[in-house]
């Protein structure tokens, strides 16, 4: 489910699905589990004693993001998605990276971007892509691509992608090297979607992945489109054109859920309540993203699909201000009174509404909801600056 998935998937659409089993032929037999693969060979065993050092720096850096409770719970839910005897071959680092990314390396170390989580609704749907990757960890074709790695360049480039990836989006998954990095084979990613499926058959969760792929496609036409507008000249052909391997993909898991049937638990609530904690910092950092369709996408589908909260209004208000057009202002402005309906809105709602009032002309409005802020969050770093404003602003208006 890394870039190199939807770059696999590109290939798939174009050499198209025949000679392929299709989902009501497929198997969905786990086979049984031989315990995580030991390195063979003097190759093997160096590549492996590389990796576990790669592992020992990459974990200590600000890029992993160590929180016990959120870890746990991940593993948690691979758990109960691979069955107990797998996971144990899995280690889970949570990376700080707002691109919807996870990977697996062939020593069971598996980096889930916070960019994921943001884009996840469901227990389900991360069961998924846990499961997915897992397979290709099981079928050993992370063996394979890793010693390409090896070949081909610094191996470290594949923990230092978690990093700069941050100022990769998903629209770059051209960036070549990440295409030479994470290409797996068609055959290779049918493969994980059939085992992938077939652990998740075997848990306690539905079989939940094409809807994922599908808000995949969505999230970037509306990038797409926002950028379109912005810059006249880019000329796209049509937006379904522009993501046929996607598409394909889509309708073949699609099919395979309906075969597998309905049964297994959604776990929305359960998602809602893991990521509650952390949700500010997960919106925060799609903010940074200077991606305005995009993640007004994300914000509004995660509304729609998993209920709205306080931060999420707030988190919408702010995209919205923060573009900034006069519009923008009015909209973000009722996206902050909308949040202040949550028990759990965060002070900086009242902040942004001040702020736009302000701007607004709205003056008055903006001085008493500055003034809430401040009395929220007495603390917090720019409160001197907002005291400021708000006694400016009292000068103005007299
Ligand atoms: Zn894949």
Known sequence: MNPACRLAAVALA?????????????????PPYSGAYEPQGVDERGLWME?????????????????????QWLGEVLCRTVGDDRCASARIYVVRDASFNAAMAPNGLMLVHTGLLARLTSESELATILGHEFAHFERRHTLNQFKKIR?????????????????????????????????????????????GAAYAKASPYRLNASAVWKRVIEEDNAR??????????????????????????????????AKVGDEGDPGVEAYRE?????????LDELLRRNDFGGVDYILRSRGELAGWSGPLLYAQGELY?????????????????????????????????????????????????????????PDAQDVGMMKLLVEGTGDQTK
């Open 14 to 30: 174009l050499v198209g699905l025949e000679g392929t089993a299709r989902p009501q032929d497929v198997d969905l037999t786990i």
């Open 51 to 71: 990796v576990d050092e790669a592992e020992r720096q990459f974990r200590d850096s600000t890029h992993v993001l160590k929180d016990e409770r959120l870890t």
């Open 151 to 195: 070949a081909s360049t610094d191996l470290m480039a594949w923990f230092g992608l978690a990093g700069a990836a941050a100022r990769v989006d998903m629209t770059s998954v051209q960036n070549s090297l990440i295409a030479g990095i994470f290409s797996y084979s068609r055959e290779q990613e049918m493969e994980a979607d059939k085992l």
């Open 224 to 257: 797409r489109e926002a950028r379109g507008l912005r810059k006249r000249r880019h000329k796209y052909s049509g937006w379904l054109d522009s993501h046929p391997a996607e598409a394909e993909r889509q309708e073949y898991l699609a099919e395979l859920e």
């Open 274 to 282: 893991a990521i509650a904690p952390v949700l500010p910092m997960l």
């Open 321 to 377: 201000r923060q573009r900034g057009n006069p519009r923008d202002l009015v909209t973000a402005r009722e996206f902050f009174t909308q949040s202040m309906n949550y028990p759990d809105a965060p002070a900086e709602s009242w902040r942004g509404l001040g702020l736009c009032a302000i701007r607004l002309g709205d003056r008055e409005a903006g001085r008493e909801a500055l003034a809430e802020y401040i009395r929220r969050a």
